[in-house]
């Protein structure tokens, strides 16, 4: 399976540094989560509701990421309701017990992100590539 991160260039990798740090969606703060879409198009709209329109940022890049034969949970949107809100250990009981969890977008319900827990049992996962990722000026309401 190869799932999709669109992150700013320093960010580009695996260990789920931010999302430990402040939390997210579906990990509390003080776990490691690194989110990714099932396509590109998806993590661009991911991107797009929550950064600043007033510039065009220059120092995104696009990774796919592989995971051979990982085990993905296949969580509903409703069932995680509040889940970046457990303490830690209850989260690591409760999710741990796979490395992928495999939510719907908020943005496109029919369309689905994965968040990878790096420290969960199981865990594996290779960056098959990084390119730099150009967005459309258009995106942003700015005149070319």
Do not use: C
Not at 50 to 72: C, L, N, T, W
């Amino acid at each position: 399976m190869i799932t999709y991160r669109i992150a700013r260039r320093p960010y580009a990798g695996l260990t789920g540094e931010g999302a430990r740090l402040y939390g997210g969606r579906f990990n509390p703060p003080g776990i490691p989560a690194v989110y990714t879409s099932q396509s590109i198009a998806l993590a661009v709209l991911e991107i797009l509701v929550h950064i600043d329109k007033s510039e065009v940022p220059g120092d995104y890049v696009v990774m796919a990421i592989q995971f051979p034969g990982a085990r993905v949970s296949r969580w509903r949107g409703e069932n995680l309701i509040g889940v970046n809100r457990l303490p830690i250990d209850l989260f690591k009981a409760d999710f741990y017990r796979w490395p992928i969890l495999r939510v719907p977008s908020v943005i496109v319900p029919r369309e689905y992100n994965f968040i990878l827990l790096p420290q969960a049992v199981g865990f594996a996962a290779t960056i098959e590539w990084v390119e730099p990722l150009s967005f459309d000026r258009r995106l942003f309401s700015l005149r070319e």
